[in-house]
């Protein structure tokens, strides 16, 4: 009616009763992960390209670390195998947020623009869930062995011998690491219900996975406080690392990425459900 006040979308799956909503989610994701698939093997030279060029890349950052290692000894207090192993994490955890969110982030302002959103909204299942889990990247998975395969190897030239509760802490913290990239990833998405520059957004905080691979001991002042707490790059790679290098646990540290993963969630979440109330179909 003219002069009332437009309300704001509602996904379908809120007309389902709860206790059968969340049970549906294991088998949603399966089916998304087979069509994933499914279509990655049929475009397979593409798939092998990428896996090439993913690879090519690893490999450069390793020589150049290499270079850097042939006019010094250390970093601060980094030794040449620490930040192989630094690097090997941070490629980890990068692809791993590669094969599972970052495509789908990145899609988010393209729905929004041409208004495929809209039948989003109309699916009986959580939005922001399909949304992030729609596709996923294969190939991330394989690279990210590779990342994994250069951990280890790293690790054995370093000698370390981690205990069953270091290797926990540290498949944990990646995992925390990975909510952090896909939290932060998702507000630059959301973004896109604002503006129509979002992706440029996307690519620049892309851009700064760099800088995870690089030792914290490199930063300092407001640039290290800057990238620890903002945008918490120093914390997602050299925080694992650290909990296999320490014979003793840094609880302080391991809180603090605890507490920015926290944070960053709840973040997500309320820049989410505030871009939901802007959002009022793309025929408004």
Known sequence: MPGSTPRPPVSTEALLPPQHRWRRYPGIYLALTRNSLSRDMTFKANFLFWIFVELLWFALQLIFNNVIYLQTDTIGTWTKWEVVLLIGTSHFIQQIFQAL????????????????????????????????????????????????????????????????????????????????HYSMMFVMASVSFWSIRAEGVMMAYYNLFSIARIPDVAFAGPSRVFFTLVIPMLLVSNVPVKVLLQTVLDLKTVMLMLGVCVVALVFSSFIWTRALRQYTSASS
């Open 101 to 180: 969110f970052l495509v789908n982030c990145t899609n988010l302002a393209d729905l929004v623009h041409t208004g495929k959103f809209d039948f989003m909204l109309l699916l009986p299942v959580n939005t922001r869930f399909l949304l992030s889990c729609r596709q996923i990247d294969i190939t991330g998975f394989i690279s990210a062995a590779s990342g994994l395969a250069v951990v280890i190897f790293a690790a054995t030239k370093l000698g370390l011998h981690p205990s069953v509760a270091q290797l926990a802490c540290y498949a944990g913290l990646c995992g925390v690491a990975i909510l952090i």
